[in-house]
């Protein structure tokens, strides 16, 4: 056991020089890793949270208020992990806005998310399984393994430790490029034991986007680069489909931030997978959108998230501005998505109050009606306290429209000769 753990301090003294930042959540067994997250000079560098959630509420709180259907799974392992990648870009993205005043965008890489779930010797003997599932993630990779283990051959802290020798080796994994990944399937392994790997793939942004439901939105710096579920303070934010991006909205942007003089780490655009009105886009249509957009610029910032009303928008906005153009704005005040209800829009929209949310919105030119919009139109449909919420820059004016610029693509790719 003494060169288990000798073996288990190497690998951390190594992560602790790794510039990776970790955080922990096990039920089940891994206490030893527990013990070991803040055990050794340096941990600090690494170390950001460990959390043991053995009540079966406390499960259930961190497995997305769903009871697992097994309690020692690759399934609970897994939205550990998730859970837990999700805690250390929170808490990553806290101490870059409150202490260091800036956005380091490789930082977001180089969290990683671990999950352990297990079930091994105890007082009484147990009919089932010693054994235990595993798993590591990262924005860009992910590992997971399930370990059985004999049965009657070691203590409860003899099993204890090697599973916690686990986490670290694939910790290491994650963390250091050149570590032999058949270290994990090998040491330390008894004939009658039997170590399966379950995963170990290379992930992209769609993985995280299937899960959307779960992580509330996804922060994009970089085509690969993103993080899950930040909340967003002190911040302006342009929501839109973005099909395209186009002059008008970046226009917005910009009025908009000089006005609050907010630097480019707090401007987003955001856009919902899910419409109101236009229903779901897919994957392939996504990614497009989310390339184009650091296209046009990279030092853009991209929040996509699966809220399509702009009350929902609020779960991850706070003490901030949402650009509207006032066809949005029109939309937010109408009481059809409120179940036509008056009553329910004023206490829906009483929340952006709740949460400090504030707006400005922009003129914008209706082809039906061929006159320019403004807030005036609608003095009688918007609630006064909304009203009061919103500064219009009466005198932006640019009605450039999605929908031509699609229509005006479309008429050239039909002009272009068969090749």
């Known amino acids: 056991m003494q060169l288990i753990s000798k073996q288990s301090q190497i690998l951390i003294e190594k992560i602790i020089k790794s510039n990776h930042k970790l955080v922990l959540y096990v ?5 030893k890793a527990l013990h070991e997250f803040t055990q050794y000079p340096g941990s600090s560098s690494f170390a950001q949270e460990a959390k043991c959630v053995y009540g079966m509420g406390s499960t259930i ?5 769903q009871e697992p259907e097994k309690y020692v799974s690759q399934q609970l392992a897994n939205n550990l992990a998730i859970n837990a990648l999700k805690q250390s870009h929170k808490i990553t993205y806290t101490e870059q806005q ?3 005043k800036k956005t380091e965008v490789q930082q977001w890489e180089q969290s990683i998310g671990l999950g352990l779930t297990g079930s091994i010797k105890s007082a009484q003997p147990k009919k089932g399984k010693h054994q235990c599932y595993i798993t590591a993630i990262k924005t860009n990779k992910i590992v997971s393994i399930h370990l059985d283990l004999e049965k009657d051959t070691r203590t409860r802290d003899e099993e204890d430790e090697l599973i916690s020798f686990k986490v670290w080796q ?3 994994y994650l963390s250091d490029p050149t570590f032999d990944f058949q270290q994990i399937v090998e040491s330390n392994i008894k004939q009658n034991d039997k170590l399966t790997v379950l995963q170990n793939e290379d992930l992209t942004p769609q993985y995280f986007l299937n899960q959307l439901g779960n992580l509330q939105n996804l922060t994009f710096f970089a085509p690969q680069i993103f993080a899950l579920s930040l909340n967003h303070y002190k911040s302006i934010m342009l929501s839109g489909s973005f099909n395209p991006l186009h002059e008008a909205h970046l226009q917005m942007l910009e009025k908009a931030a000089k006005t609050l003089n907010l630097p480019k780490q707090q401007q987003y655009l955001e856009m919902a997978i899910k419409n109101a009105d236009k229903g779901e886009i897919d994957y392939s249509e996504v990614k497009k959108r989310i390339d184009q957009v650091f296209q046009t610029d990279n030092n853009l910032q991209l929040i996509v998230s699966c809220k399509s009303l702009f009350i929902e928008k609020t779960q991850f906005l706070h003490d901030s501005h ?3 153009g006032i066809d949005t704005l029109k939309r937010l005040v109408d009481k059809k998505y ?8 004023l206490i829906t929209l009483s929340e952006f109050v709740r949460k400090g949310i504030k707006f400005f919105t922009f003129p914008r030119f209706n082809e039906e009606k061929q006159q320019v919009e403004k807030m005036e139109h609608y003095i009688q449909t918007i609630p006064k306290f909304i009203h009061e919420l919103t500064e219009e820059f009466q005198d932006f ?8 610029i699609r229509q005006k693509q479309k008429e050239q790719i039909q002009q272009q000769p068969d090749k």
């Not at 709180?61 to 208020?65: C, D, G, H, K, S």
């Not at 409120?338 to 829009?345: R, T």
Request: proline share 0%; net charge negative; glycine share 8%.
């Open 27 to 31: 039920t089940g067994c891994g206490a």
């Open 61 to 65: 709180l961190e497995n997305n208020l």
């Open 98 to 100: 409150i202490i260091n």
């Open 170 to 172: 694939l910790v290491s």
């Open 322 to 324: 949402m650009i509207l």
């Open 338 to 345: 409120y179940g036509n209800c008056d009553e329910q829009k």
């Open 397 to 404: 004016r640019n009605d450039i429209s999605s929908t031509a």
